[in-house]
């Protein structure tokens, strides 16, 4: 169910254009902006700045080899797109297109991947708190330091 809220824009531009010049991004409201939103999921709005066209994005991609491996199941609207980026010669593989749109979205989505980064490493601080507490009570002959593939980062 989507909900149409309001929002109070007083101030926001101000502080979108002062984010945006840390960053090195220079952009005019001069002319006014229209904005209208509908969150399906409720809650605020993230404003998101991209590349006006994906050039640079396969020109990076293009200078670091892509010898890393992921399998993917899509659906066939998904593969549908990926074969029409194909065809306009933007791409050359559905495998390029597929890398390109990846990095996309993870660029849109950086803010959360770093908070969950965070979280991670404080799980692996605790994995490796529980390790040392471990070896202390069972000594240094215990199954981790043996090499025991049993651990949770191998499965």
Known sequence: MSQDFNFD?????????SQLQDKG???DFENGFDFSCVNPM???VKVVCVAPDLKQSVEEMGRKPRDQVVMVRVDESTLGDLDAW?????????SEAAALFIREGLKVRSDELERLRGALREVKEAQERLRQRAREIFGAGSADDAGDD??????
């Open 25 to 27: 991004v220079s952009i």
């Open 9 to 17: 824009f007083t101030g926001l531009w101000d502080r979108i254009r």
């Open 150 to 155: 049993a651990s949770p980062d191998t499965q």
């Open 86 to 94: 194909v065809a306009t010669g933007a791409v050359k593989s559905r």
């Open 42 to 44: 409720g809650g605020g």
